[in-house]
């Protein structure tokens, strides 16, 4: 199975995560970032995906052969995913374009997305945030379309506690509004119940006043990823 992980490296958290996943022998990974850490090095040159070079429209590169987007998406789908790149790059600081070149700037960020993820026959992406980027969101969406799925590393405010989610949007991922009522810990009455959900969810035990007591415990991190792989 072959599993695409993007996280900001410069993190020496995910920097020793992403480290550890490349050495996994049970499932292949491709780490995706913005800027390549030298341990990449030590790893064939299909191992990374520059973010940098994938989101620079600007430029001409390998992922930007000519493919039929239909043969992929539906007309739905594709108008779905427009509509998502629109919203996110109002609010991403995106020098504004006309509507032409905005939609042709959508379809060659499609059009290297598609490539890569079929090329690389990509099953699972993983991101180490929620997704809010329009590569990122779009992306997010694009596997689950093409049969595949995707899930994010979420960090609280306090204490820094690291969990997983598989749902960004507001009515299944934000359990504390009032307007959440499908997220599963909205069913909870107990107060062990809950206790016990965000036990089940939290990878941060072995975390102190948000600081990752021993590199060695990073692996703990890597075994509960693996674990969320393995029941999608």
Not at 7 to 13: C, G, N, T
Not at 152 to 169: H, L, S, V
């Amino acid at each position: 199975m072959n599993i695409l992980f993007t996280a900001l490296i410069s993190d020496p958290l995910w920097e020793r995560v992403a480290n550890l996943l490349l050495k996994e022998k049970n499932f292949n990974f491709i780490i995706a970032s913005h800027n390549k850490p030298e341990f990449i090095n030590n790893f064939s040159d299909n191992k990374f995906l520059d973010l940098c070079l994938l989101n620079d429209l600007s430029k001409e590169i390998k992922l930007d052969k000519i493919i039929n987007i239909q043969d992929y998406l539906s007309p739905e789908k594709y108008l779905f995913l427009k509509g998502i790149y629109s919203n996110a790059i109002s609010r991403s600081g995106a020098n504004r374009v006309d509507p032409i070149s905005q939609d042709i700037k959508f379809n060659k960020l499609i059009i290297r997305l598609l490539n890569f993820l079929i090329e690389n026959e990509i099953s699972i992406i993983g991101y180490d945030l929620v997704p809010h980027l329009p590569w990122e969101i779009i992306s997010w969406e694009l596997i689950r379309a093409l049969g595949g799925n995707s899930f994010c590393f979420k960090r609280t405010g306090i204490g820094d506690a690291i969990y997983i989610e598989r749902e960004i949007y507001g009515d299944k991922n934000c359990p504390f509004f009032e307007l959440s009522k499908k997220h599963p810990i909205y069913f909870l009455k107990e107060e062990e119940e809950f206790f016990h959900y965000l036990k089940q969810k939290d990878i941060s035990t072995f975390q102190k006043d948000g600081i990752v007591r021993k590199a060695e415990n990073d692996q703990k991190i890597i075994d509960v990823f693996l674990l969320k792989i393995k029941n999608i």
